[in-house]
DNA sequence: CCACATAGTGAGGTAGCCTCACTAATGACT
DNA sequence: AGTCATTAGTGAGGCTACCTCACTATGTGG
């Protein structure tokens, strides 16, 4: 990630950046070892986690809201939720209202490994954002949404 | 990258953290594509130029100090290296106080290009940073200084 | 019925990293 | 001077997290 020119308030924004996303990255791989998931796996399962709380009941997501979630391609939500499968964390149904489309929700392992996964975290302060107080963490939330994509 | 759980505040950080990375990634990749770079040659290019403006008139950086100020490790140094070699913008020589060591610097290509590049960045607002005031973009800068590596 | 859009995935690919192992060179210590 | 530990760079191989394109099957609207 190449260093932003401009401003020397901006200078070096970019930069900052991107080592501070590796950071956080490394943060994740390593919190998510020990459960042998990786980053993308796990914001995977969160996906599909917070879907079944908000439609509990339902009978999981299509592909394309996961990869929608995720602000994926398609083909590369198909990626991980294969990942998932393979390790019995989530499973796919047809979906009863449109034989095109697949349903993925977690399966009872997939959704105890997540419940043990987010204990863990609670149960040691934010590694990663602990770093900042209360304050700064609101206030990055708030420019970090202005940053997302459009 | 998954969701950090934790106070409201907090809820969705490493979310919209890595929502925000990828879009300034995209930014990156599209403002780099006329050139034919992408976002890594070109920081180690901007590694390259800065050090040559810090002490003009040395012959380069060593692998080992690119790899440094990119905060990576001294293989995937050697695999930008290679690329910006293969593409005549950088050049490498002995280090003529260290037989181990090889310098690295800009060829006058390559300072061209990078020249270019900046001064099509500054012909057109920053693209993605642009979005915020000047005052939030000092205090991301403050704040994301405090998440980097240590 | 037909044209077009949608859903998911096979095939293939890239970028941006990494670890390990190896050879060659250097520096420190005895 | 000799020995051993460290350093520098890179070959070999690997992983993760994405992507585009093309294809088949299905659904929708005129």
Redesign the pocket.
């Known amino acids: 990630?190449p260093s932003s020119p401009g401003s020397p308030a901006q200078g070096d924004l970019s930069d900052l950046f991107h080592r501070a996303f590796?950071a956080l990255r490394h943060s994740w791989v390593q919190q998510l070892a020990p459960f042998e998931l990786?980053?993308?796996?796990f914001?995977a399962m969160q996906a599909l986690a917070k879907s079944s709380l908000e439609a509990p009941g339902t009978d999981g997501l299509?592909?394309?809201d996961v990869a929608e979630r995720?602000h994926?391609?398609?083909?590369?939500a198909?990626?991980?939720?294969?990942q998932l499968e393979v390790k019995e964390l989530v499973m796919?149904t047809a979906?009863p209202i449109?034989?095109?489309?697949?349903l993925v929700k977690l399966t009872p392992a997939g959704q105890g490994l997540a419940d043990r996964v987010r204990a863990a975290r609670r149960g040691h302060t934010d590694q990663y954002f602990g770093r900042l107080n209360a304050s700064d963490r609101a206030e990055l939330a708030r420019i970090l949404a202005q940053l997302g994509p459009l």
Chains 1, 2 share one sequence.
């Open positions: 990630m590796r990786t980053p993308h796996q914001r299509r592909l394309k995720l994926i391609a398609p083909r590369s198909t990626e991980v939720i294969d796919r979906d449109d034989r095109r489309a697949t």
